[in-house]
Every structure is written in C-alpha cells, then in structure tokens.
C-alpha cells in the first residue's frame, strides 16, 4: 500500500521520530505549526477516525498516553491542543489515522478551522 505514513511507521521514509513503542509513531511535523508538532499515529493502517471502532480503538487511548507523556518531556506545562482532522471537509492530508500534538506558544484559534 502506498501510504506515506506507514513507510515512516516501518523506517522506509526517515522522520525525525520523538517516540516509538510496538504500536504507536511519533514524529516531528514537516511543517511545523507551532513551536512544538507532533503528530502520533498507530503502526496499523486505520485510514482516519471514522474507521475506529471496538476492534481497533484500544490503540487510540494509547495515543493519548503518549501525548500526555510527550508534553510533559517537551514542557508543554502552560497547554497544548490534540488534533485529528477527519475526510475532507476538514482538511486530511494523509490518510493514515494521525493525532497532532501542538503547543510550545499561544496557540490561536485557526488551526484545523474552516477557512
Ligand atoms: P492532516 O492535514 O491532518 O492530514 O495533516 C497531515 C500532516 O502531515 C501535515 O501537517 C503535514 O505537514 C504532515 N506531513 C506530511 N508528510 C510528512 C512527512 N513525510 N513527515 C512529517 N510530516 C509530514
Ligand atoms: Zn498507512
């Protein structure tokens, strides 16, 4: 399958990897939209949040652990904002489930907003 982010799941793309264990990815954002860009994903291929469900949702509370740990590590103490755009009206890019992890600064109220 030609998705982008499950070559850099299994070390065919490089990333700049923040996190890893045997089911989830973290990696820095290409393109940064806040001093801290995080994106967290499963290794499992779960095109966006409208396919989890009771078998695959386990992975998904997961992610926040781990999003709560790497805050703590980046020193997000003063908050942070968990992202998941889903289809097209908001905006996915790549269609691998992936969870953005921003914060470092103020964050406004733009990001992931319909233009
Ligand atoms: P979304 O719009 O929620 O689908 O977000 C996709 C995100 O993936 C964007 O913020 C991109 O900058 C980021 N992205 C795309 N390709 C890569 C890559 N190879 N490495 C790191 N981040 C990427
Ligand atoms: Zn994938």
């Given at each position: 399958m030609d998705c982008i982010f499950c070559k850099i799941a299994n070390g065919e793309i490089?990333?700049?990897?923040?996190?890893?264990?045997?089911?989830v990815v973290a990696f820095n954002d290409l393109n940064?939209?806040?001093?801290?860009?995080?994106?967290?994903?499963?290794k499992q291929h779960i095109p966006s949040a409208a396919q989890i469900n009771e078998t695959n949702s386990a992975v998904v509370a997961h992610i926040f652990e781990v999003?709560?740990?790497?805050?703590k590590e980046m020193k997000l103490d003063n908050g942070f904002r968990i992202v998941n755009n889903c289809?097209?009206?908001?905006?996915?890019?790549?269609?691998?489930?992936h969870f953005h992890l921003l914060g470092g600064s103020p964050l406004g109220l733009t990001f992931?907003?319909?233009?």
């Amino acid at each position: 399958m030609d998705c982008i982010f499950c070559k850099i799941a299994n070390g065919e793309i490089p990333s700049t990897k923040v996190y890893e264990d045997e089911t989830v990815v973290a990696f820095n954002d290409l393109n940064p939209q806040a001093p801290v860009h995080i994106l967290i994903i499963p290794k499992q291929h779960i095109p966006s949040a409208a396919q989890i469900n009771e078998t695959n949702s386990a992975v998904v509370a997961h992610i926040f652990e781990v999003a709560a740990r790497l805050a703590k590590e980046m020193k997000l103490d003063n908050g942070f904002r968990i992202v998941n755009n889903c289809g097209d009206d908001a905006g996915q890019t790549v269609h691998h489930l992936h969870f953005h992890l921003l914060g470092g600064s103020p964050l406004g109220l733009t990001f992931g907003s319909a233009e």
